[in-house]
């Protein structure tokens, strides 16, 4: 099998403003391999989190092909029907995708959200607190998401995603809204946890510490892979 995670090929993305097209990135390639990771940096507004949606599914690209964890879709084929259900099969199971926004399931405690998505991922549900106390948030375990702030909803989020114990992690800003300080300490359960699985990890960042602990950048002001 191959240890490549995802081969995007020539992807474009392109956004409607009244009726111009605007166009986020054309032409964009780039390969991931088992246990690699790859910090996606750039000003703002230069397409970083609508790469990560395209790279999981929730924005189709208007070009190009892509290949991930042994799936295949191509920009042509709309992610109708079975596309469809391959990109949520992946997002359930192996693909983890920590947002901007970290959207818990505002009904249940932190706790229970992160042990909804390791169910749904079909993984052991004992080791969920203990990801919450690694993230120094296990005492707010029973509370809910409106009851924390951003940065603890945050960790909440990573929290969701390690239980899951994907192939592949997606992460927006995932130390966004941490001082310096907590959000080192979430940076080095994130790469812990993925030098020891050897998970193939994304991130988008202004943060360029934590960038600089990636193996690779690109910049998608300039488009520039190092
Ligand atoms: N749904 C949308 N409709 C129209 N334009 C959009 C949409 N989503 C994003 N854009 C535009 O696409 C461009 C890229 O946005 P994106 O959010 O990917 O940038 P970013 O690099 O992640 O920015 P930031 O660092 O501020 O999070 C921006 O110009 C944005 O306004």
């Not at 706790?111 to 549900?125: F, G, I, K, Q, Y």
């Not at 702030?149 to 390690?162: E, K």
């Amino acid at each position: 099998m191959s240890d490549l995670l995802i081969s995007a090929q020539d992807l474009r993305k392109q956004f409607r403003s009244g009726n111009e097209p605007v166009t986020v990135f054309d032409g964009l390639s780039l390969d991931l391999g088992r246990g690699e990771s790859l910090a996606l940096i750039g000003r703002s507004g230069s397409g970083k989190s609508t790469l990560l949606n395209v790279l999981c599914g929730l924005e189709w690209p208007d070009a190009g092909s892509l290949r991930i964890l042994g799936e295949s879709f191509e920009a042509q084929s709309r992610p109708l029907g079975r596309a469809e259900t391959r990109w949520g099969e992946l997002r359930r199971r192996r693909v983890g995708v920590v947002f901007q926004e970290a959207n818990l399931m505002p009904a249940l405690s932190l706790l229970d959200n992160v042990r909804l998505r390791s169910r749904l991922a079909s993984r052991d549900e004992a080791p969920c607190r203990d990801w919450l106390e690694r993230l120094g948030i296990g005492d707010l375990a029973d509370r809910y998401p409106d009851q924390v702030s951003g940065g603890q909803r945050q960790r909440a989020a990573l929290a969701m995603v390690f239980a899951m114990q994907p192939d592949l992690i997606l992460a927006d800003e995932p130390t966004g809204s941490l001082d310096r300080r907590t959000a080192e300490d979430v940076a080095e359960v994130l790469f812990n946890l993925q030098s020891r699985h050897g998970c193939g990890l994304i991130l988008a960042t202004h943060d360029t510490e934590l960038a600089d602990r990636c193996d690779r950048t690109l910049d998608l002001g300039h488009r520039q892979a190092r």
